[in-house]
């Protein structure tokens, strides 16, 4: 599923090209796969994963380091890091016991650029 | 709430200053507001008709000019435009028998630079 969105978010890894939100209207495929993305940034338990491990220095985060700044079980919080790894957003590997946890800058730069609006329709605005 | 959700996205309107997802982790109040804009976001029908509104030359559509593009009822699609306007990503305004519609590109700017990652953490991921 994360290639297909990533697809849909830009190929050429600018961060900055297709389909942009106010260059076209969205397709209903487009629209599909893109509302994934946004579906699972749309919960303030997966918005706060993210951030802890996007804001980590160092780039990773171990599961173990992120279940206890919840109330919530481990498996909870692991269905929430394998919405967040089925949207394309990070990614994981595992290391003995535990599973560490990385973002993938290029999927939320590319996210910011279809959200981010020109200067020519602000003007129109 | 738009305000509200607003101001978790920034308050000094240059669209990339405080609360990026790579700075610091969210606090569960910025985490809940951020959320409900993401999962404004988060559906086909409403990815749809926020490009159809954010890419239309002149910056503002007629509900009327809407609804044809979808096999959803008028009511189904005016809900859907209550939900973009309460995450406060876009408004409206009555004249006559129709509402128009357009983009707060603000709004937008600001989740973009809230999901651009810096290039120090790229660096590091």
Same mark, same amino acid.
């Given at each position: 599923?994360?290639?297909?969105?990533?697809?849909?978010?830009?190929?050429?890894?600018?961060?900055?090209?297709?389909?942009?939100?106010?260059? &076209?209207?969205?397709?209903?495929?487009?629209?599909?796969?893109?509302?994934?993305?946004?579906?699972?940034?749309?919960?303030?338990?997966?918005?706060?994963?993210?951030?802890?491990? &996007?804001?980590?220095?160092?780039?990773?985060?171990?599961?173990?380091?992120?279940?206890?700044?919840?109330?919530?079980?481990?498996?909870?919080?692991?269905?929430?890091?394998?919405?967040?790894?089925?949207?394309?957003?990070?990614?994981?590997?595992?290391?003995?016991?535990?599973?560490?946890?990385?973002?993938?800058?290029?999927?939320?730069?590319?996210?910011?650029?279809?959200?981010?609006?020109?200067?020519?329709?602000?003007?129109?605005?």
């Amino acid at each position: 599923m994360s290639k297909q969105e990533l697809k849909i978010l830009g190929q050429d890894g600018d961060g900055a090209c297709c389909g942009a939100l106010a260059t &076209a209207p969205l397709d209903e495929e487009q629209a599909a796969d893109l509302a994934k993305v946004f579906k699972a940034l749309g919960d303030p338990v997966r918005l706060r994963l993210m951030s802890m491990i &996007a804001s980590r220095e160092g780039g990773e985060v171990c599961v173990c380091e992120l279940t206890p700044a919840f109330d919530l079980s481990q498996p909870t919080i692991s269905h929430h890091l394998k919405l967040l790894r089925q949207a394309g957003l990070i990614d994981c590997e595992r290391r003995g016991t535990w599973v560490y946890y990385w973002v993938l800058p290029t999927a939320l730069d590319r996210l910011a650029g279809f959200l981010a609006v020109p200067q020519a329709a602000k003007a129109s605005a």
